[in-house]
């Protein structure tokens, strides 16, 4: 079975930066595990690697689509594998790097990923009812207070599978995180996970938003904004749609910016809830153990022996 390494983790901890060390180490290249990175008209918002970082080590998945292209979590996994398949025959071992949960375990697991009349089953008229009253959004987070894990996989505009997953949990009173087929693994996988003391996590969290305002952030999501007719998927991505109010007159940037720092901590805790609850990972803290990187090569080392 071919091997790959995985560096995942919340939001701003520490992940670019872990993995370029790593691939400098072993000579190889970097996946995006970003669902966002693939887009080539945003940078800021999705924090992809700057073009310095991208020049010291080969980045794959990085601006390959517009944002009026599609792509799911399908392309996302054809794609990197046919990358994984070329590293590996290089005999190169990749390192994939990013913090969308469902895509990562798209990848290095064999998941029913859907087809298009997957979800064609009668859904509670509760929930169709609750939809048209309140929107796709706030569905979504009936289904994220119900069954966290669940709600990772499915984007907050797709009504159709939140629908699905909530009228699944009601007719059979389990989860429907629970509830998935068996999955069998695509590779040998050494997934590590970088995570701290929650408040630090957090603390970087709003560095990082304040130093993404400095760099034009609010250029990218007005650009979002004014395109918002044409339905693509960076749309919902956290960093731009809370900018949307000052842009409509509604709340001072200051209040935009505030709830831009709360919707990135929020989305911080649901990432460490997916991962703890659906990959087996080996978790370091790169934040406040001095040993972290020594830990992550101990592992690495040991991972390859085998």
């Not at 669940?150 to 699944?168: F, G, M």
Request: hydrophobic share 35%; proline share 4%; charged share 30%.
């Amino acid at each position: 079975m071919q091997k790959v390494i995985v560096i995942i983790g919340p939001t701003a901890v520490g992940k670019t930066e872990a993995g370029l060390k790593l691939a400098k180490t072993l000579n190889t290249e970097i996946i995006s595990g970003d669902s966002m990175q693939i887009y080539q008209e945003v940078a800021i918002g999705t924090a992809k690697p700057t073009k310095q970082e991208q020049a010291q080590i080969k980045h794959h998945l990085i601006d390959q689509r517009s944002v009026f292209q599609e792509y799911s979590v399908k392309d996302f996994v054809k794609q990197a594998n046919e990358v994984i398949e070329v590293l590996n025959k290089k005999g190169k071992v990749p390192i994939v790097v990013g913090g969308t949960g469902f895509y990562i375990n798209a990848l290095v697991n064999k998941m029913q990923l859907g087809e298009p009349g997957e979800y064609k089953t009668s859904v509670d008229k509760k929930w169709e009812d609750f939809l048209e009253k309140n929107g796709p959004e706030k569905l979504w987070k009936e289904l994220e207070k119900i069954d966290p894990a669940a709600s990772e996989k499915i984007a907050p505009n797709n009504s159709r599978r939140t629908l699905r997953a909530l009228t699944v949990i009601g007719r059979t009173g389990k989860l429907f995180s629970q509830q998935q087929k068996q999955i069998t693994p695509r590779y040998d996988a050494l997934i590590i996970g970088l995570n701290s003391e929650r408040q630090l996590v957090y603390d970087r969290i709003n560095r990082r938003v304040d130093l993404m305002m400095e760099k034009g952030l609010l250029d990218e999501a007005k650009f979002i904004y004014e395109n918002r007719a044409q339905e693509h998927q960076v749309i919902q991505a956290i960093g731009y749609k809370e900018l949307f109010p000052y842009f409509e007159g509604e709340k001072s940037l200051e209040e935009c910016i505030s709830k831009l720092k709360q919707a990135s901590r929020k989305y911080a805790k649901r990432q460490i809830t997916y991962f703890k609850h659906q990959l087996p990972v080996h978790w370091v803290d790169p934040l406040q153990d001095s040993t972290s990187e020594t830990k992550i090569k101990k592992l690495v080392s040991d991972f390859l022996k085998v």
